[in-house]
């Protein structure tokens, strides 16, 4: 009877410890090994980056088959969960995929409205370079035609102050530091693939930098053509004001008084300030049969028809332009009309003698 129990129990325990043995392997199984292939290929396919939860689930699996043989060697829970890892890598590599696919069509969008942004800024700089030099002429302009005036008429006394026509200088630098961020951007999507979030976020901030520039590049057109609006009405203001200081101190119209002649007239330093243009009062004011048609009586009255013969009351319209032709052949007139006499022997002579 001993001999055969020994038997029974030899067989029962070696039973026992096939079972207890089945789940066990002495190496790892090849799924381990697939899923750890698996999790490689997703990190090359960016799913860290752009599936994490995913990729984290996978990465969670995979730890569990390896521990499953590293700490117990257990070969069927090892393969189930190396198996589950590999599916869930394929999941992320397939989301990452899809997300990468998202990223670079908004980093595109992104690029095409900065470009366009950007090129609007340097149109929009252009247009206000060309606005400056426009304004900075009419001021230089505006100030040489005043001058000019003053220089003629020094006894009127008008403002001579004009804004500085300078614009702010620093929308260029700054258009320039947005198409060095631009060109950076593009070189990192050269250089990876799985930095796209950083390309975005980057490219997110370029646009404030071209905004900042388009506004003041706005800011100085605006205050540029308020100074060319400002220029305009000030010269016309200041050519008005400089036309009534003429008119006071050089009245376009003369009454005759008694004893007055074209000589004096012209003599006076309210009209010509030199006698020998007293041609120009006459040729102003000269009797044609032409002109006499269309005028009243009244009017006819303040033509010339004899520049020695003139009349207390006549209203003589005196000519401001000063044509410098007209006043040279003023002269020779006056100088030659009577030819070699001397018009100083001749007795009354441009007066009405009364």
């Not at 120009?280 to 048609?293: F, G, K, L």
Request: include cysteine; hydrophobic fraction near 40%.
């Amino acid at each position: 009877m001993k001999p055969r129990l020994s038997v029974t129990i030899l067989v029962a325990a070696a039973a026992v410890a096939l079972i207890a043995t089945a789940g066990c392997c002495r190496r790892p199984p090849d799924e381990v090994g697939q899923a750890e292939a698996a999790l490689a290929q997703a990190r090359e396919e960016c799913a860290e980056q752009y599936a994490p939860e995913e990729y984290q689930s996978a990465l969670e699996a995979y730890n569990a088959a390896e521990r499953y043989w590293a700490e117990d060697r257990h070969c069927r829970n090892a393969r189930a969960a190396a198996l589950e890892a590999i599916e869930l890598a394929a999941n992320a590599e397939a989301r990452a995929n899809e997300r990468m696919a998202e990223l670079e069509a908004e980093a595109a969008r992104l690029i095409a409205g900065i470009e366009s942004a950007i090129q609007d800024a340097e149109a929009a700089w252009a247009e206000l370079e060309r606005l400056e030099t426009e304004v900075e002429a009419n001021r230089a302009s505006a100030i040489d035609e005043q001058a000019a005036r003053l220089e003629e008429y020094e006894d009127c006394e008008i403002a001579t102050d004009w804004p500085e026509v300078t614009v702010d200088s620093t929308p260029p630098d700054r258009i320039a530091e947005a198409r060095a961020q631009l060109n950076h951007t593009r070189q990192m999507m050269v250089e990876g693939e799985c930095n796209l979030l950083d390309v975005i976020a980057e490219l997110n901030g370029i646009p404030a930098i071209v905004q900042q520039a388009s506004g003041t590049i706005s800011a100085e057109a605006e205050r540029l053509n308020e100074i060319n609006g400002w220029i305009e009405q000030t010269l016309a203001e200041r050519q008005a004001e400089l036309e009534r200081c003429i008119l006071e101190r050089f009245p376009p119209e003369y009454v005759v008084q008694r004893g007055d002649c074209l000589w004096r007239i012209a003599e006076m330093e309210m009209i010509y300030g030199c006698p020998f243009q007293w041609p120009r009062i006459w040729w102003a004011n000269q009797w044609t049969e032409e002109a006499a048609q269309t005028l009243t009586r009244e009017e006819r009255f303040n033509l010339i028809r004899d520049p020695d013969l003139i009349f207390p009351g006549q209203v003589l319209t005196i000519n401001r332009l000063d044509d410098p032709d007209e006043m040279r052949r003023a002269e020779h007139y006056a100088r030659n009309r009577y030819g070699t006499t001397d018009w100083r022997d001749i007795p009354n002579f441009l007066t009405d003698g009364r």
